[in-house]
């Protein structure tokens, strides 16, 4: 099946800095890309819908200016923690898929704001 | 009201056994329908994609959707310890958006 990559899977930074995380499509073309939050024992909380060439889609309650996300090819779409805190630490991953195919998820990035 | 219900669980069942998962969702729009497996820690990992009634069986593995009484379910045959996980059901319709039950933490006891 199709191949989504997310990089790093683990990262600890410190309060106030900013984390960028990437999510690639390894082996398709993806004009969308999704990223979900996902708090312990929980499900998935979509985040936001990445769309190639244009701005991103937010659900409600997801700030913008603190979720920064990119998709500036086919197969990369980045999301960036500005400013993180404490609060900020989450396990976080994409999906990737296409219209009428099943979507693929990458191996999610577990954020650690100290 | 949820869109796509789905027990939360844990369920806990003996090596061997048959599991049943199951999820119910109100929106007949849904006309793709997919199980993940996600081990703690881990992303998704993709079990079985469906589209329309019927079932689909891999392996161990049978999935079952009924649109006319919108019900989805997953078959887990010879169930092992390493089938420990939480299980999610998704759905979708034409478009890209993926709409999530809670999940559901198996837990398969030797």
């Known amino acids: 099946g199709a191949v989504v990559s997310q990089h790093p899977s683990r990262v600890i930074c410190k309060s106030g800095t900013s984390v960028k995380i990437e999510c690639r499509s390894l082996?398709?073309?993806?004009?969308?890309m999704f990223w979900y939050r996902q708090f312990p024992k929980q499900s998935l909380m979509l985040m936001a819908t990445?769309?190639?060439?244009?701005?991103?889609?937010?659900e409600q309650g997801v700030e913008k200016d603190k979720f920064l996300i990119n998709h500036a090819s086919l197969t990369l779409s980045t999301l960036t923690v500005t400013s993180a805190h404490p609060e900020d630490s989450s396990f976080y991953i994409c999906?990737?898929?296409?219209?009428?195919?099943?979507?693929?998820f990458g191996q999610g990035t577990r954020l650690t704001v100290v | 009201q949820k869109e796509v219900e789905q027990d939360p669980g844990p369920l806990s069942v003996p090596e061997g056994a048959i599991v049943s998962l199951n999820c119910t969702y109100s929106?007949?729009?849904?006309?793709?329908f997919m199980w993940y497996r996600q081990y703690s820690r881990k992303g998704p990992e993709l079990l079985m994609y469906?589209?329309?009634?019927g079932n689909k069986e891999d392996g161990r593995f049978t999935a079952q959707v009924d649109k006319s009484s919108k019900y989805i379910s997953l078959f887990i045959r010879d169930s092992q310890p390493s089938d420990s996980a939480t299980y999610l059901c998704?759905?979708?319709?034409?478009?890209?958006?993926?709409?999530f039950g809670g999940g559901t933490r198996l837990m398969v006891k030797p």
């Open positions: 999906s990737a898929g296409q219209s009428n195919t099943e979507a693929f």
């Open positions: 082996d398709f073309q993806a004009t969308t």
């Open positions: 990445s769309n190639e060439g244009s701005k991103a889609t937010y």
């Open positions: 929106n007949s729009a849904f006309q793709y």
């Open positions: 469906t589209y329309s009634s």
């Open positions: 998704a759905m979708r319709n034409a478009g890209n958006m993926l709409t």
